[in-house]
Every structure is written in C-alpha cells, then in structure tokens.
C-alpha cells in the first residue's frame, strides 16, 4: 500500500471537551499504518475542550495534532476553511467531533480513493451496510423528505447529501470550498452538488451514524426553513 | 446548462404533448384538460411513496451502537491511564 500520502482531519469543536478526548484515540487507533495529522478548529469552548486539546499535544505530539483556535464562535463553514488553510496533507478529511463519525471507517475511506482515484469520497448513512441509531421518528422522516426532495430537484448523483463525513484531494476542496456561499446545514449539500456539477470524481462508502453520546447538539430549530430556502437556492445556481 | 434549465425543458415539453392532445382531440377534451391535474397527483403520491418506503427501509445500527460503548470505555481507560482529564 502506497504509504506517502499524507491525510490533515479537520475536525471543528465546539463544547466537545470529552469527545475530542475520545474521537482521538479511536483515530490513532484506527489510522496507525497512515500519515495524518489532526487539526482541531476550535470556536472558543467555554467548556474547556482546549486544555484536553493541549493535553493530548503532550501524549501525541504537537505535530499530530494541532489546535487552530479562533476567538469565538464563527461558525462551521468557516472553521473548515481555517482549518484547511493550515492543513499539510495531500488529502483532507473532515468529521465531526461528537463520535457520531467513527474513526473505524477511515481507513475504508482512504483505501476507496486508493483504488479508484477518486477526488471526493463520501459517507453514506442511506445504503447497505450503512446506517443511523438515535433517531427518533421525526428525525427519520425529515431526513427522508429532505433526500427525496433533494435528489428529485437536485439530482447530485450521491445518496447522503447532509453527511459531513467526507474525504477530499486537498487542492479539489480548495477549489470547491471557494465556490460555496451556503453555511449551517445546507453547506455540506452544497459543497457535494457543487463538486458533482463541477464534474468531480465522487465515490461512497458506508457509514454508521450514532446519534451523539455526551455533549449537545449546536444546530439551530429554524433548520427545515433554512434546508428548504438552500435547496431552492442551490435548484437555480447550480 | 444550468441544471433546473433541463427540468424547465422536460416541462415545456410536456406543455407541448398536452397542447398537442387538445388540439388533436384524440382524447375526449374533458380528460385532457384534467391530465396537469392528474400528473400532479402522480407527482405528489410518489413523492409520499418514496418518503414512506425510505422510511419503513430507513437502515439502523442498534448494534453499532453498543461497539461504540465500548469504544467508550475502552478510550477512557486508555487516557485515564496517560493522565489526560476525561472526568470520572
Ligand atoms: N469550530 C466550530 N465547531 C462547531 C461549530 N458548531 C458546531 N461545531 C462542531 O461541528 C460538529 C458538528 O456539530 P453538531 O452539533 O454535532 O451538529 P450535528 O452533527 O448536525 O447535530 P447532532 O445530530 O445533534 O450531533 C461538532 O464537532 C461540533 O463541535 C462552530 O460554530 N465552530
Ligand atoms: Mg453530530
């Protein structure tokens, strides 16, 4: 296996104290036969998650894991941004903090570019062997109406638009990142139809999704408007 | 080509189809008249359809749920033991 490649993970915390912790031993775990680096994109956590930050530099080595914090919270679309500017790697890869994206699957996603050469690899809930725990039925049924609407309008040729679980060829996540205005929930829909319109190579792997353990949601009530005006935005611009 | 030009296509082009039916009379003028109406019941029912079959498939992963308990604890016992502050 071709062990040059480097891998930055972007990982964006808010209040994530305890599962930053956790998230990154399963990632040394799981990625110990890779060249990766762990960028941390921290807004500021009253919590704390900065010092368990610091604390792991020490175990680990400030040079795979770095913390990139900012001021205050400035939210997600642009924490992949700062994150990206400082990333070294060939290849980005961008998850959540919460453990509702397992490290275990990274090595599938790296081993899919490896084979078909890929620009995006994506994670998706909605296929064989894939799924998602801790949804209630609300949940289920909002995310259902918004795939069924998203692929009848949008047709983006991927079966998990709102997943953030992905992997990037570094300079095609430059490129897209750029073109994309959406942020909150509808910036990851975005950012895979904009790289699908763009003629992108995009493959999936299956992901597993449990709902977070510790700590809380950060996304807003008000997401079924801002997912539907994201949509109509995304029907007539792209 | 932007990609709601080709769906605003496919539309004129039905437009077209049904405009062609009127004027043809093929079909009695009372059914063709009521056919936009008809199609967008079609439309709406499989949307509903398609909704209700993801959610009586939607895929779940109780028993992920559990490995990731364990990875839990697994992780903590590690970091605990490294003297990183994971509370407990
Ligand atoms: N740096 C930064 N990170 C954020 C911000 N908002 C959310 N995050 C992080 O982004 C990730 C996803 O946020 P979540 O709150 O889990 O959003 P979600 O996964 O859609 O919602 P849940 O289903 O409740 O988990 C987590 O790692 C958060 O800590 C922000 O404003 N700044
Ligand atoms: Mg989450």
Known sequence: MNKKNKYSIIIPTYNERLNIALITYLIFKHLSEFCFEIIIVDDGSPDGTQDIVKQLQQLYGEDRILLRARPRKLGLGTAYCYGLSHASGDFVIIMDADLSHHPKYLPSFIKKQMETGASIVTGTRYVKKGGVHGWNLMRKLTSRGANVLAQTFLRPGVSDLTGSFRLYKKSVLEDVISSVVSKGYVFQMEMIVRAARKGYHIEEVPITFVDRVFGSSKLGGSEIVEYLKGLIYLFFTT | ?88
């Open chain 2, 1 to 88: 080509m932007k990609h709601f030009l080709k769906l605003f296509v496919l539309l004129l082009a039905i437009f077209a189809v049904w405009i062609g039916l009127l004027e043809a009379s093929v079909v009695p003028q009372g059914y063709a008249l009521l056919l936009p109406v008809y199609m967008v019941v079609v439309l709406g029912c499989y949307g509903i359809l398609m909704v209700g079959v993801g959610l009586m498939f939607f895929p779940t992963c109780p028993h992920e749920a559990e490995l990731l308990q364990k990875d839990i604890v697994e992780a903590k016992e590690f970091l605990k033991k490294k003297g990183v502050d994971v509370g407990l």
